[in-house]
């Protein structure tokens, strides 16, 4: 299985901008890039994902390198409240055994 | 908008006790998939149901079982209860083949005790 790796965690001021890196050195051609976040004592929730070029929703950007080996969670302007684990995931396309495999997130602190 | 709705949100059982967890998923998605998170660990895939069939399954002990009932709410079984099995247990639901994301309930946090 392709496998995602990012920092353990990150710290940024509060209204600052914030990019969340996450390399995938293995992803194949059919692998959406999923973001999820959890927030203390919450359950996980849907950010954002992509497959080849930039997504922009309400929430955050996604922004993916050209090879596809590794993207970007942006985060436009940081509030205390995303503070939480930000997890980047791949997906399979059309796969009947498709389910998220939670990895090793990185914990945001946001800095008042 | 409706969200995943989990029952109850916190439950208390002793050693060796069984416990049953509700989910009720957005009205229209299909599909149903458990997770359990451990104290400091990331939510661990359980099992997950499509069209009230088992449609794949991860780490979930032989003790638990699981079942996605006509009307598509889910219910997770767990028997024999260990002090290990204490952890927060979270439904998600989607529509199959979709890429849109799951959309997470709240949690049921399971203490044994």
């Known amino acids: ?112 | 908008a409706a969200g995943v709705i989990q029952s109850p949100r916190h439950l208390i059982k002793e050693k060796r006790e069984t416990a049953t967890l509700k989910c009720y998923p957005i009205p229209r998605h299909d599909t149903v998939y458990w997770y359990q998170q451990g104290p400091g660990q990331d939510p661990q895939f359980l099992i997950s149901f499509y069209e009230k069939m088992q449609s794949d399954k991860g780490s979930i002990p032989d003790r638990f079982s699981a079942q996605q009932f006509s009307d598509y709410h889910s219910e997770l079984n767990m028997s024999s209860l260990e002090l290990g099995d204490s952890a927060l247990y979270f439904c998600a639901s989607s529509t199959y083949g979709t890429y849109y994301g799951y959309t997470f309930g709240s949690g049921t946090r399971l203490t044994v005790v």
């Open chain 1, 1 to 112: 299985d392709a496998k995602t790796t990012q920092p353990n965690s990150m710290e940024s001021n509060e209204e600052e901008p914030v990019h969340l890196p996450c390399n995938h050195s293995t992803i194949s051609g059919t692998d959406y890039i999923h973001w999820y976040r959890q927030l203390p004592s919450q359950g996980p929730e849907y950010v954002i994902h992509g497959l080849t070029s930039n997504v922009n929703n309400r929430m955050a950007s996604l922004a993916i390198a050209e090879d596809r080996k590794s993207s970007t969670l942006i985060l436009h302007r940081a509030t205390l409240r995303d503070a939480a684990v930000y997890y980047c995931i791949l997906r399979l396309q059309m796969n009947r055994d498709d389910k998220i495999i939670f990895g090793k997130g990185t914990r945001l602190h946001i800095l008042p």
